[in-house]
């Protein structure tokens, strides 16, 4: 199982609220501008991998497109959500997972003075 907490203005709201599925993806060292980009910018206003230049594939559990140069990606089936104020969180059950052992995982560490943005693990 897995959750993932997501504002309910947000595109991806919509769509997790609409499939009652979901990918997770985490990235690695060279996505960091996909990374910001993805987290500032709404699908409902362009397409985000167009716009990156990440590759994509079909996920082989639920269907939907999993990040093929990514550390990790979880494919996830909707449980159940939980409303949290202006969030909800949504809990899957992860039915694949795909790791890629080469790869370091990359974490956005959030903006905070004298720090770096990402960090590998």
């Not at 987290?39 to 082989?60: C, M």
Request: charged share 25%; aromatic share 10%; with cysteine.
């Amino acid at each position: 199982m897995i959750a993932v907490s997501v504002n309910k203005a947000n595109y991806t709201h919509d769509l997790i609220t609409g499939s009652k599925q979901f990918v997770i993806a985490a990235a690695n060292k060279g996505m960091e501008k996909a990374v910001l980009y993805f987290g500032n910018t709404s699908g409902r206003d362009v397409d985000k991998f167009k716009a990156t230049g990440l590759k994509t594939q079909k996920g082989e559990a639920v269907g939907l497109p999993i990040l093929s140069d990514a550390s990790i990606n979880f494919e996830c089936k909707l449980v159940n959500s939980v409303e949290t104020g202006d969030h909800t969180i949504f809990i899957g059950e992860v039915v694949a997972a795909w790791r890629d052992n080469n790869k370091k995982v990359l974490m956005y560490m959030g903006k905070q003075p004298g720090k770096r943005l990402f960090e590998e693990f």
